[in-house]
């Protein structure tokens, strides 16, 4: 269902809530010479531990070149000095879904890597800020979109997605979709992102809530550069 009740946005939020603990817990777990599927294990295991009934999807944990491919798979990959990292997590409690997305570097950030973070997370600011209620779904995309192409790139998938008792459900927030329009107490995720063809890809994301004609983020962990000393 498109529109939210009460009960069930609060629901998201403690998925939501959840979801940014999971990603407190493993910022200080990655270690350099770790493998990105060892990473997911961990997170995997707190989401359960800490009353996930599973992960909303396969978690995705891609680092150096690995983080280029938009839905990467853990592999035996291990973690490097110099690396970015690409989380996209997200769990199932209590019947509801959570569904975010972060970058960490591993002991520093390349010039490259910080130009790219910056374009991203401008358009992602810029997604949920300049949101106005009753927009379409086209018209939220545009908001990340136009920042990223003015830039000279673009991405190459949907701008968000609706969230609930499924990871995706509709309405896709898509530059194609021109009818659905977004709402009060809708739950939507704003993740742009921006992919290097065999070098990296950067993507930022937050579940929000439609609040008095506002986008409102559930995801409070920070998106500021995010430097490991692992």
Known sequence: MEIKTNEEIEKLKKSSKLADDCYEYICNEIKIGMTEIEIAEKMKS????????????DLIVGSGV??????????????????LIQLDFG????????????VVFIGEIKPQYKYIYDIVYSAQIAGIEKFEENMTASQVDALSRDVIKARGYDFEHAVGHAVGTKVHEKPV?????????IKDNMCITIEPGIYIKDEFGIRIEDTCIVENGKLIPLNKTSKEIKILNA
């Open 91 to 102: 769990c199932i409690l209590d019947g509801y879904c959570s569904d975010c997305s972060r």
């Open 173 to 181: 927030i898509s530059f194609k979709n021109t009818e659905a329009i």
């Open 66 to 83: 690995n983080s280029s491919q938009i839905h990467s798979t853990p592999t035996e990959r291990k973690i490097e000095y110099g690396d």
């Open 46 to 57: 707190y989401f359960l531990e800490h009353g996930a009934s599973d992960v909303s999807f």
